[in-house]
């Protein structure tokens, strides 16, 4: 399993829609992808499970969505807090989850 | 309110062994799969284990045989048993949580500990 992020460093002002790619070598079930935020000395949060259902407490200007080998996390207004490195994930067999070399969201 | 706390990370020397507990909380260990996973000092996240419900496990390629994952039901908390331990293996180490299917949350690691950083160096 080989997971794609793109792009590695996204710069961004508050307010703006930030769009973050993941693929995946091969087919993969939606319920499989997961995206995380971590913030640095943080650990990783669950912001999306089943590549397009909100984790519990996630505002709203956080949104899933993708199939087969491609799949998007967008934040259609970016907050303050929002600036992070992102992760998607991918649940399988060998290994059980793999995650993505995660996309940088800085302010510019 | 699901808190988990892992403890037991420090420095050793390559070789050695080094044992890290995560004790739970709003939730029992033994009714949910339970992974370990590893992020190395400026990089990505590494899954390394996992313990099912059932009593299972299972292992990245480049842990198993050396480390080895198990649960105390009794005291609520997870531990990953780590030996022959290499340079490569030095990272904060988080215990995570597998999402409950019943709520359509499972395949996503959905609560995490805040981390013990592993450093193997001499």
């Known amino acids: 399993i080989v997971l794609t992020q793109s792009p590695g460093t996204l710069s961004l002002s508050p307010g703006e829609r930030a769009t973050l790619s993941c693929r995946a070598r091969?087919?993969?079930?939606?319920?499989?992808i997961a995206w995380y935020q971590q913030k640095p000395g943080q650990a990783p949060r669950l912001i999306i499970y089943?590549?397009?259902s909100r984790a519990t407490g996630i505002p709203d200007r956080f949104s899933g969505s993708g199939s087969g080998t491609d799949f998007t996390l967008t934040i259609s207004r970016l907050e303050p807090e929002d600036f992070a490195v992102y992760y998607c994930?991918?649940?399988?067999?060998?290994?059980?989850?793999?995650f993505g070399p995660g996309t940088k969201v800085d302010i510019k | 309110e699901v808190q988990l706390v892992e403890s037991g990370g420090g420095l050793i020397q390559p070789g050695g062994s080094l044992g890290l507990s995560c004790a739970a909380s709003?939730?029992?260990?033994?009714?949910?799969?339970m992974s370990w996973v590893r992020q190395a000092p400026g990089k990505g996240l590494e899954w390394v284990s996992v313990?099912?419900?059932?009593?299972?496990?299972f292992y990245a390629d480049s842990v198993r045989g050396r480390f080895t994952i198990s649960r105390d039901n009794s005291k609520n908390t997870l531990s990953l048993q780590m030996n022959s331990l290499r340079p490569e293996d030095s990272a904060v180490y988080y215990c995570?949580?597998?999402?409950?299917?019943?709520?359509?949350?499972?395949?996503?690691?959905?609560?995490w500990g805040q981390g013990t950083l592993v450093t193997v160096s001499s």
């Open positions: 313990i099912y419900t059932g009593g299972g496990t």
């Open positions: 709003g939730f029992t260990v033994r009714s949910n799969h």
């Open positions: 089943g590549a397009s």
């Open positions: 091969h087919s993969v079930s939606s319920r499989y």
């Open positions: 995570a949580r597998e999402g409950d299917c019943a709520y359509g949350s499972c395949y996503s690691l959905e609560s």
């Open positions: 994930q991918q649940h399988g067999s060998s290994p059980l989850f793999t």
